[in-house]
């Protein structure tokens, strides 16, 4: 009589009605399995198939779920979380200058911006994120919840020209940001960038001082730029150059740039962006809530650039939901261009993930459902009243999809949200704690 075939042991095998890798692109997946072990995906592979291989500790039946990729929020400053509803309804430079940075200079410090990106974290599991790109002060504080929360963060070296809670100025942002990139760097979920904040916020030694160390430690390099028409005015007005132009003439450019925003751009610095093999971090929710503009997505696509989107500060968006930002950056690249193909679902999606990967440098670990990546999960129940019935289950995520049909979450293989609830943080204590910031410095 022949033996039976041993099982492989794993860790965890979840079974959802969909799966959506991402790769290959444009595919879903049905009766099929994912099978974890050790923070990694074995095997992505059909359901029966997954019986008869697999033996695991923990199993997961999602039978309304479609299972694809933890989101990755591509630029967000977590911290400002705590100044959500600060100043809205009013221009960027006015809510800046005349709001945002003198509240700082009160307020930030390591325990704000511990607590702030605790709460952001949360808020960010609650809609799917898996991942984030910070720029904002005390990068220790910051890596230390994204810790205690499960998640993988990309930690952006700010740098500022100006005196803020901070630094006194530039070169103490340098001396501190690489303390903390020395530091830091041997923890798992964590990367970097350089992150030098603005042109209009940044001197041209600071910016070749960036550039020059971003090379040197194989970082990439993350800046706003050309996110209202008053950044290019002033930079015409002081450098006789539209802020890419002068970045370019500094040697910022290259495939490890990332443009955030990029709403105002001509044709040929399109072309420009696409030759150097730069990327851009659309913003979609915060732009328009500013009265920004609307970037030229379909026509960055067009040209191959390689565009993943963010949410911005809560204080700029007011929420950390991803699944809003793939919905709206399509729907808006639809209506400017008129073109209904422009951007379909499955882009949208990739959009909000590998591309996400690819602009961090993190495309070898996360962002697509592969053997051999990091297993950054999510789930969504498409089985509720508004979405039934489920034609397409990509469509339905990401025209119709809401972070509140996010059920589950996983960060290398370990649950951080299961059936809505979060499994590291404590709700109770983070809602106090934000209560008591609001009470202590007010809404306004």
């Known amino acids: ?87 809205d309804d009013v221009p960027l430079g006015t809510w800046l200058r005349e709001h945002i940075w003198p509240a700082e200079a ?43 929360a499960g998640m993988r963060a990309a930690l952006g070296l700010t740098v500022l020209e100006f005196p803020g809670a901070y630094t006194r100025g530039a070169e103490e942002c340098f001396a501190k940001g690489l303390e903390a990139y020395r530091s830091l760097r041997d923890k798992p979920r964590l990367s970097f960038c350089l992150a030098p904040h603005a042109p209009y916020s940044v001197s041209d030694l600071s910016f070749q001082r960036a550039a020059s160390l ?52 001509e044709a040929q610095e399109i072309a420009q962006l696409a030759a150097c093999g730069a990327s851009v971090a659309h913003c979609p929710t915060s732009n328009l809530k500013h009265g920004s503009g609307i970037a030229p997505l379909a026509a960055l696509l067009k040209a191959g650039i390689n565009v993943g989107l963010g949410t911005d500060s809560a204080a700029s968006n007011t929420r950390f939901d991803m699944l809003e930002e793939m919905r709206l950056a399509a729907l808006l690249a639809k209506g400017s261009s008129e073109e209904a193909a422009v951007v379909d679902a499955h882009k949208a999606l990739e959009m909000a993930t590998l591309a996400g990967a690819r602009a961090l440098a993190l495309e070898e670990e996360v962002g697509s459902l592969e053997a051999g990546k990091a297993a950054d999960l999510c ?66």
């Open 106 to 148: 009160k307020q930030v410090c390591a325990r704000f911006v511990y607590d702030g990106t605790l709460l952001a974290c949360a808020q960010m599991q609650r809609s799917g994120i898996t991942c984030f790109n910070d720029m904002y002060f005390f990068p220790e504080a910051a890596s230390q919840a994204a810790e205690a």
């Open 1 to 87: 009589m022949n033996a039976m075939p041993t099982k492989q042991p794993v860790d965890l095998l979840l079974f959802p009605r969909w799966v959506v890798p991402v790769v290959p692109p444009g595919v879903v997946l049905e009766e099929h399995a994912l099978a974890v072990e050790k923070g990694r995906i074995v095997a992505l592979l059909p359901r029966k198939e997954a019986r008869r291989r697999f033996s695991a500790k923990e199993e997961e039946e999602l039978k309304t779920h479609v299972l694809i990729p933890g989101l990755i929020n591509l630029h967000c400053h977590a911290a400002m979380s705590l100044f959500r509803g600060m100043a």
């Open 214 to 265: 971003a090379k040197a430690l194989h970082l990439p390099l993350h800046t706003h730029l050309h996110e209202t028409r008053e950044e290019i005015t002033q930079s015409l007005k002081e450098h006789g150059l539209r802020p890419l132009e002068r970045l370019r003439r500094l040697g910022l450019l290259g495939p490890r740039f990332l443009a955030v925003h990029a709403v105002h751009l």
């Open 379 to 444: 789930a969504v129940d498409l089985g509720g009243w508004h979405s039934l019935p489920c034609r397409n289950p990509v469509s339905q995520l990401v025209y119709g999809g809401s972070s509140a049909e996010v059920t589950h979450l996983w960060t290398e293989g370990r649950a951080q949200l299961k059936n809505g609830k979060l499994l590291n943080l404590e709700e109770a204590a983070l809602k106090e704690m934000a209560q008591k910031q609001t009470e202590a410095f007010g809404c306004v």
